[in-house]
């Protein structure tokens, strides 16, 4: 078993509150020069610049997990994981037949560009991508699950578009592989308040939104290799497998 250093929640130039520096290409460079072995490519409701992005990381030598960021009609933020290509276009589809007709402001919260690999302009997306989608929280995970992905609470300590800051708790049924901490808090401290999570799964990430920003908050993978289906065991902690914040190791 080796431990492995991973961010597994990013935003690209595709989130409009994304630096017009976070290209996938910059992304994965600097989460290279930065020793992460794993990156999360999370924009807001759109899972554009995944494919792009993990055909950088392998050339760079740094694994992709393609994902989203996705905004429930709860306002709650939660983390999709997908392995496979087509799994994520399916996803991508259920995120646009959702996302509501309300224009982006550009002047006010920025552009929401997708690039090439020569960082070309290849499209820009008009719908403000972080609006609630027209799914509530049990009907996204469902969705995740269905088609065969991980899905994450994103930044449960934060009291703005959280589960717990949106609904109070989060709930027992709910079927989570993990959930996430942002940098401003550690498992323990959280855990003196929030007892009834002491058997999740925790991972924390920087939720970088400019370049300075990745890999300022990160989890360690105990894993055999770097594949999806060791990710998800580690998740899970089965046969050996574990993940820990920082202040665990």
């Not at 509530?136 to 717990?164: C, N, Y």
């Not at 999740?200 to 990160?218: G, L, N, Y």
């Not at 999806?228 to 574990?242: H, P, V």
Request: aromatic share 8%.
């Amino acid at each position: 078993m080796q431990l492995y250093k991973a961010d597994l929640h990013t935003h690209t130039v595709l989130s409009p509150c994304g630096d017009l520096d976070m290209s996938p290409q910059e992304i994965i460079h600097l989460a290279k020069e930065r020793g992460l072995d794993i990156i999360g490519i999370t924009d807001h409701n759109t899972s554009k610049h995944c494919p792009l992005a993990k055909k950088i990381g392998k050339q760079m030598g740094v694994f992709v997990l393609m994902g989203v960021e996705v905004t429930t009609k709860e306002e709650t933020h939660c983390l999709a994981f997908f392995e496979k290509e087509n799994e994520l276009s399916l996803f991508e589809d259920f995120l646009q037949d959702n996302l509501p007709n309300i224009a982006n402001d550009t002047e006010k919260f920025g552009y929401q560009i997708q690039i090439d690999e020569r960082e070309n302009i290849i499209y820009q997306e008009d719908l403000f991508l972080p609006s609630a989608i027209n799914k509530t929280l049990e009907e996204v995970e469902q969705k995740v699950h269905g088609l065969d992905g991980l899905f994450i609470p994103a930044h449960i300590d934060r009291m703005k578009f959280s589960i717990p800051s949106q609904l109070g708790f989060i709930p027992f049924d709910l079927k989570v592989d993990a959930v996430e901490l942002s940098i401003h808090t550690s498992k323990s401290d959280y855990l003196k308040k929030n007892k009834y999570l002491e058997k999740k799964t925790f991972i924390q990430s920087s939720d970088a939104h400019f370049p300075e920003q990745i890999a300022t908050a990160v989890c360690w993978l105990k894993m055999e290799k770097i594949s999806f289906s060791e990710i998800r065991k580690a998740l899970k902690r089965e046969d050996g497998r574990n993940v820990f914040t920082e202040e665990e190791l």
